[in-house]
């Protein structure tokens, strides 16, 4: 299993942009797919971006396409999801999410978006958006 960290959250205003960071222990996150949910307040969690074990195939949620961006860095065992121009309906906790069960192979978009492929969980970090 891998142990996983997020930091980065915080408040911040509408427009503005926060960058939330996810670093590895236990095993390395080389050959892993990686990926991020959030659970708003009242609401279930739902799927807000994933990323293959080589970075050559990148998923995102259609209310965040084109603000967010996933990153990572396999020799630091880092994730990162950069945030930009924030909504108040970002406000939630997000988690960091580790192994669908694809390492070193393909990362289907089905297999990304659904919560129950993820063997692996942060603890969240909640990020608070205010108008």
């Known amino acids: 299993q891998v142990q996983l960290v997020e930091s980065g959250g915080g408040l911040v205003q509408a427009g503005g942009s926060l960058r939330l960071s996810c670093e590895g222990s236990?095993?390395?996150?080389?050959?892993?797919?990686m990926g991020w949910f959030r659970q708003p307040p009242g609401k279930e969690r739902e799927f807000v971006a994933a990323?293959?074990?080589?970075?050559?195939?990148?998923y995102y949620a259609d209310s965040v396409k084109g603000r967010f961006t996933i990153s990572r860095d396999n020799a630091k065992n880092a994730v990162h999801l950069q945030m930009n121009s924030l909504k108040p309906e970002d406000t939630a906790v997000y988690y960091c999410?580790?192994?669908?069960?694809?390492?070193?192979?393909?990362?289907?978009?089905?297999?990304?978006?659904?919560?129950?492929?993820?063997?692996?969980w942060g603890q969240g970090t909640q990020v608070t958006v205010s108008s």
């Open positions: 999410a580790a192994d669908a069960g694809t390492r070193y192979t393909d990362l289907s978009l089905q297999v990304a978006t659904t919560t129950r492929s993820w063997r692996s």
């Open positions: 990323i293959s074990w080589n970075s050559g195939r990148t």
């Open positions: 236990g095993r390395t996150f080389f050959g892993y797919a």
